[in-house]
């Protein structure tokens, strides 16, 4: 079976990218992507000071935000990047299938997220970050129970997911935003792409879980973006879309040339290296 037609429909995400979050933290998306363009995507990376052959290094073409991202709230905490080219998959570079409104996500129990981000307790000083990527199992949480007063107090919106443990310890950080948040497949030897590492308060902290944007939310919004699906209201404002120069959007094909790879056998989670790079700092309020 190949990775993105699992039964229930799938979106092949190539060569667009998803991606995570919101261009700086505190800060408005129109003002501080311009960087964005600039940076570079290293995919399938592990130890950040010593890149193999196995590295495939991209510029990205647009970086699109979502419209209605709001940094104060982290309401629609999501961007797609789309890359010069098409990724080639590898045993060190996977997809995982974003799923659509049929998976249901809260009974998916083997759950990772990693990221080079900030390790220890607090984000203050010495500040330590990774060089081997790290990755931790998580539970996913209850959205509700999560949102609680002595939780997260009514901050959270219904395209969040919650992930971690009710006691804390084990926790994405500042610096492992945009990064994933994977699950097992129930049966199938395959990971849903099931969110993306948005935000926290502190780090690890008890009753503080990392929040992460759902990635089956925004499906639609994926797949608008994409040129897969119309757009619901093509009056609608347009998308803040960073283009890079003499670039133009291609024309919606539904006959990609680009063949989905085999999907994994083990390595899957490498796959997610990406960008992490480009992420530095960019879990927003983890403060
Ligand atoms: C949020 O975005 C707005 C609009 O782009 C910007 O003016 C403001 O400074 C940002 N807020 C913070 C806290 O950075
Ligand atoms: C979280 O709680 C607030 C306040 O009760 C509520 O407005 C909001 O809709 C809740 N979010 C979710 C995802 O239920």
Known sequence: MGCCSPPGAMVLLLPLVVLLAACRPGHGYSSNCDYVLESRVVIGAN????????????TIRRAILHEYFNNKTMINDIALL???????CSYYIQLACVPDASLRVSELTDCYVSGWGHMGMRSAAPVQTAEVLQEAKVHLLNLNLCNSSHWYAGVLHTHNVCAGYPQGGIDTCQGDSGGPLMCKDKTADYFWLIGVTSWGRGCGRIQQPGVYASTQYFRNWILVQMGLLPAEAPTSTPYPVYVSTSYQRPKPTYSSPFRPCPFPRQKVLDFFNLLQELLQGLRGKKA
């Open 47 to 58: 130890d950040l000071t010593h890149l193999g052959q196995e590295v495939e290094v991209h």
């Open 82 to 88: 789309e890359l010069d080219r098409p990724v080639h």
